[in-house]
Nanobody
Framework: QVQLVESGGGSEGGLVQTGDSLRLSCAAS????????LGWFRQAPGKERESVAA????????YYADSVKGRFTISRDNAKNTVYLQMNSLKPEDTAVYYC?????????????????????WGQGTQVTISS
C-alpha cells in the first residue's frame, strides 16, 4: 500500500507570518521511491489545485510555478524516501492545503511533471496558513 505523508504545516508549522520560512516534508512508503518523480501542489479555498514544484528521479531537474520561483525549493532524499519543499519569503497568497504526489511517468519535462493528471499517488495534504 502506497502512502505519502506530509508534515511541517498545520500546527507543526506554528504561527507563520509574511516573510517567514517553512519546510514541508513528505515521507513515502510502499513504492520504489527512486523510480518516481515527485511534485508539490496546493489548493486554496475556492480555487483549483495548482502545481507548485516538481522534481525528477535523481533530483537533478526541478520545475517551479512562476508564483514561487526564487522563493521555494524542492528537493529529495532517495535514501530517506522523502521529498521536501523549502518555502521562503512566504506571502498570504501562499495560504493553501499543500499536497505531495508521486508520478510514475517516464517523461522528465515541465509539461508533464507540473500537470496533476500525471500523478499516481497523493498525500492527504497539510494546511499552510500565512498571516499578514
Amino acid at each position: 500500500q502506497v502512502q505519502l505523508v506530509e508534515s511541517g504545516g498545520g500546527s507543526e508549522g506554528g504561527l507563520v507570518q509574511t516573510g517567514d520560512s517553512l519546510r514541508l516534508s513528505c515521507a513515502a512508503s510502499g513504492l520504489a521511491f527512486a523510480n518516481y518523480c515527485l511534485g508539490w501542489f496546493r489548493q486554496a479555498p475556492g480555487k483549483e489545485r495548482e502545481s507548485v514544484a516538481a522534481i525528477n528521479w535523481t533530483g537533478r531537474n526541478t520545475y517551479y510555478a512562476d508564483s514561487v520561483k526564487g522563493r521555494f525549493t524542492i528537493s529529495r532524499d532517495n535514501a530517506k524516501n522523502t521529498v521536501y519543499l523549502q518555502m521562503n519569503s512566504l506571502k498570504p497568497e501562499d495560504t493553501a492545503v499543500y499536497y505531495c504526489a508521486a508520478s510514475g511517468v517516464f517523461r522528465d519535462s515541465s509539461s508533464y511533471l507540473m500537470n496533476h493528471r500525471m500523478y499516481d499517488y497523493w498525500g492527504q495534504g497539510t494546511q499552510v496558513t500565512i498571516s499578514s
